[in-house]
């Protein structure tokens, strides 16, 4: 799609992001798809504002964690960029989404995906591909945030049913839970958890809503860990 839009108008620019695109896979993605203009690496909120005041300028910058083709080039500039503050970020908007005509058509009842937290906190296992592990590289948006953003969505999507997105909860989530008990709404929500969730907090993650979740286990085998 990407290639036949840059096909269309060459002057078109081409952005790509996301969590495919972290440290050498996003370079070499640059550098293989011509049609790129543009490829971040990491967060994308702030990385968009920069890259299109770059472009409302004139200018030839590369904002961190960047490549951009310039001249036929490819330029990396692996600077780091800092963490978006979560608690910062607009509500997520899914307007366009659901003014589409194909999706109104729908007869099951959709989850909205919700983002909490980014980055692993665990950050130990050898398999994982996240690109922010670790302690150091997580962060949360605050309990009271979360669930404003569950009221702000259900109110303007009228939907009830949530699915986290992100890459694990901690062990206990004793403020979030007790703020989803006390709301008003009848959530219903999905969440990746660790397997060794105490049981009782997961019973009062069922009163909170919980409906389906899954278990992150890294590996029956113990030589397979070490």
């Not at 901690?170 to 397997?195: E, N």
Request: hydrophobic share 35%; charged share 25%; glycine share 8%.
């Amino acid at each position: 799609y990407a290639s036949s839009l840059k096909g269309i108008d060459c002057r078109i620019q081409i952005v790509l992001g996301g969590a495919q695109c972290n440290g050498d896979v996003g370079r070499a993605s640059a550098e293989k798809f011509n049609f790129l203009d543009w490829v971040v690496n990491g967060e994308g909120e702030s990385a968009i504002l920069d890259v299109m005041e770059i472009l409302r300028r004139g200018s030839s910058e590369i904002p961190p964690q960047t490549s951009r083709r310039l001249a036929g080039k490819v330029v990396h500039n692996t600077s780091s960029r800092a963490f978006v503050d979560l608690d910062k970020l607009p509500y997520p908007n899914f307007d366009e989404y659901y003014e589409n005509d194909t999706v109104q058509k729908l007869s099951f009842d959709e989850w909205l995906p919700i983002e909490a937290s980014r980055g692993c906190w665990w950050g130990k296992c050898v398999f994982c591909g996240l690109d922010e592990r670790g302690i150091k590289c997580y962060r949360r948006m605050l309990d009271e945030r979360v669930v404003n953003t569950m009221e702000h969505l259900a109110c303007r999507y009228k939907k009830l049913n949530f699915r986290f997105v992100d890459s694990v909860q901690p062990i206990k989530l004793v403020g979030l839970t007790q703020r989803l008990i006390s709301s008003p709404f009848d959530y219903k929500f999905y969440m990746s958890l660790r397997p060794d969730i105490p049981s009782d907090h997961l019973e009062k993650l069922s009163m909170a809503g919980l409906r389906q979740c899954h278990f992150g286990i890294e590996s029956f085998s113990q030589r397979s860990l070490d």
